[in-house]
């Protein structure tokens, strides 16, 4: 009776074993919290902008009460701006060590011809103004995505649709634009973001500020007050720039680094 014991352990041993040199293995993405440029001009920089999304806001709120859609669409060029001197002025370079993009890039090796030196100079070393550009971009592209989702939160759906798409590009431009230009279009790091895993710092301290503060700003809407502010979605768009602002700036300092 023993013997036999013995030899299924023995058996299922081995099977195991044999499972476990077949079977895949799927990388773990561990993100790092995005490290801010340790330049003057860029520490300066990252304390100025948020006052000065801030200053916009605040000249831009009585034009957003009286002309939602107008005072929106006139904006957003002005937040694009001014999130892309951001990027390119405080975020490390695109696929430096201190993005915070995940895991190592393995070194290739030199093609015939072409200079060790030369290699290390340009490699890993991506235009900043193009990649501010581009995330610019994927960001707009992502709107009509985000358009959807504030639908299906309860956003008018048969009115006020240049309301909800103007406020779901701005949501986009200010919370997600960071994100893209650090880590791209790496899946692996997005699903680590989109699952809360992310390390806080000033990007991912965005996300959560805006989106948090965007649904928050819903709350006013309802009550009975009958005050021009409440129209859509005005209250909506001031928890955006408010939570962006300070999740932005306390994820940077207070609660860098950590995790949830």
Not at 43 to 58: D, E, N, T, Y
Not at 201 to 209: H, I, K, Q, V
């Amino acid at each position: 009776m023993s013997t036999t014991l013995a030899k299924g352990a023995a058996a299922r041993a081995q099977a195991q074993a044999a499972f476990s040199k077949t079977a895949p293995v799927f990388p773990v993405t561990m993100l790092r919290p995005v490290q801010i440029r340790s330049t003057p001009l860029a520490q300066a920089a990252r304390h100025a902008l948020p006052a000065l999304l801030a200053v916009l806001f605040g000249a831009r709120f009585r034009a957003l009460v009286a002309d939602p859609s107008s005072a929106m669409a006139t904006a957003l060029p002005l937040v694009a701006a001014l999130q892309v001197a951001y990027a390119i002025l405080c975020l490390p370079a695109p696929g430096s060590t201190q993005g915070g993009g995940g895991g190592a890039r393995k070194a290739q090796k030199p093609r015939p011809g072409e200079s060790i030196k030369k290699r290390g100079a340009d490699a890993g070393t991506p235009n900043a103004v193009a990649t501010s550009l581009l995330s610019l971009v994927l960001s707009l592209l992502v709107s009509p995505f985000l358009y959807v989702a504030m639908i299906l939160f309860g956003a008018p759906f048969l009115t006020h649709s240049a309301h909800t798409f103007l406020c779901a590009a701005h949501l986009a431009v200010l919370a997600l634009f960071p994100l893209f230009f650090v880590h791209g279009v790496d899946g692996s790091a997005w699903a680590v973001v989109g699952s809360f895993g992310a390390p806080l710092d000033e990007t991912f301290g965005g996300l959560l500020g805006g989106v948090v503060g965007a649904w928050l700003g819903a709350v006013p809407i309802p009550l009975d007050w009958d005050r021009e502010w409440q129209r859509w979605p005005v209250t909506i768009l001031c928890g955006l720039y408010g939570g962006y602002i300070f999740g932005r700036v306390v994820g940077g300092t207070l609660v860098w680094g950590k995790s949830f």
